[in-house]
């Protein structure tokens, strides 16, 4: 690799203290992490003639540094952890601690061409009211599956107040954080936008809101990426192995799993001629299932690009979410893979689900969103 001239800082972050070192000077400093080391840090490295600094993605140990960072106007690059133990493999270097560390990131930062967008602070608080609400219906799931294990009435009441007490307050803490959103204009557009896909509810519309800011300013191929269902080659020589999907953003690949399985049953025509056609040609369950997420996060993308809601082309005379074998004179009944808890709730409009979904959580693998009806 041809030896750059870029002077460069890189950081290892830890809870308590910020291991810094420079290249290609390898000058090095330690400073606490907080806002202190912060300015202590940013007038160093302007001392040092650095422009920019790497740091490496720390389980968010690392945000408050890069938002300051930004604010002194310093280029920051957020490497991945696998980036720089795959840079450390390619240097053929073993040894590790912080400050050997922090001069691999600084050098790894100075030869990337890598780039980390200053935060949006709205975006960073939104996405903890939402930790906090998917952690909540965790403990819902969990509690449903700890009651199966007793007989007790006493027991089972004392799980069921509970479980009631966490609805309400999933259900209380969804509609502050809807509310809270819609204050700001561009995030309530791109909600509405979002939205109005056949098969998305609220609970799924802000999840891509907030865990997914790159919606619109990206193309398919990348936000399929960054969703984590894009599919990659598995060959070499001969072999031809199936395509795979790997990485992503799991939260955001969860809530569209959930909300992919029921539109792909009922809900949104096109996902259900997509997973019609897939699993006739043999594709499994889960394959076709992949596909249907991917659809909808291309769906969304586009939305949010041409800031026009969902259309859908115009049914066809007596036509029917399950199509018609030749010969049959009446639309068949279209299977439902999930189980439905009542008759008003699937025929209920798209926009019921964002509140009844904390009340009656199904299990992780089943759970999602009915949609408006399509057509």
């Known amino acids: 690799m041809t030896e750059i001239s870029m002077k460069a800082a890189g950081i290892d972050t830890g809870k308590i203290w910020l291991d810094v070192a420079t290249y290609p000077v390898s000058d090095k400093q330690k400073v606490p992490n907080n806002a202190d080391g912060w300015q202590t840090l940013a007038d160093w490295l302007e001392r040092q003639g650095i422009g920019r600094v790497g740091i490496e993605a720390s389980g968010g140990y690392e945000r408050d540094v890069i938002a300051y960072l930004h604010q002194r106007g310093f280029e920051v690059v957020l490497l991945q952890p696998r980036q720089v133990r795959a840079f450390g493999l390619y240097k053929l270097r073993r040894a590790k601690n912080d400050q050997l560390d922090a001069a691999l990131i600084a050098e790894c930062a100075a030869r990337s061409d890598a780039r980390c967008h200053a935060p949006d602070s709205r975006l960073i608080a939104f996405g903890e009211w939402l930790l906090f609400i998917e952690q909540i219906e965790a403990d819902i799931a969990c509690l449903k599956t700890r009651r199966e294990r007793f007989t007790d009435r006493r027991i089972l009441e004392e799980i069921d107040r509970s479980i009631g007490e966490l609805k309400s307050r999933c259900k209380a803490q969804l509609a502050l954080l809807q509310a ?8 309530a557009r791109k909600l509405d936008l979002i939205e109005s896909i056949d098969g998305i509810g609220i609970r799924t519309a802000l999840t891509l809101v907030i865990l997914m800011p790159e919606l619109g300013r990206v193309d398919r191929e990348e936000i399929a990426a960054l969703t984590g269902v894009a599919p ?33 049953q009922r809900w949104n025509e096109t996902l259900v001629e997509l997973y019609d056609r897939l699993t006739a040609k043999g594709k499994s369950h889960k394959a076709a299932l992949i596909a249907c997420v991917r659809k909808l996060i291309i769906f969304a993308n586009t939305v949010v690009k041409r800031q026009t809601p969902w259309t859908k082309s115009a049914p066809q005379q007596n036509s029917c979410a399950y199509p018609r074998k030749r010969g049959e004179g009446t639309c068949r009944a279209r299977p439902v893979l999930i189980p439905r808890r009542s008759t008003k709730q699937a025929t209920s409009p798209k926009g019921a689900s964002s509140a009844e979904r904390c009340d009656d959580s199904p299990s992780p693998r089943v759970r999602g969103e009915g949609g408006r009806q399509a057509g």
Request: glycine share 10%; charged share 35%; aromatic share 4%.
């Open 180 to 187: 809270a959103v819609r204050e700001h204009d561009d995030l």
């Open 232 to 264: 990659y080659d598995d060959q070499s020589g001969k072999r031809e192995g199936e395509r795979h999907i790997a990485g992503g953003r799991a939260r955001v690949r969860r809530a569209l799993f959930n909300a992919a399985l029921p539109a792909s």
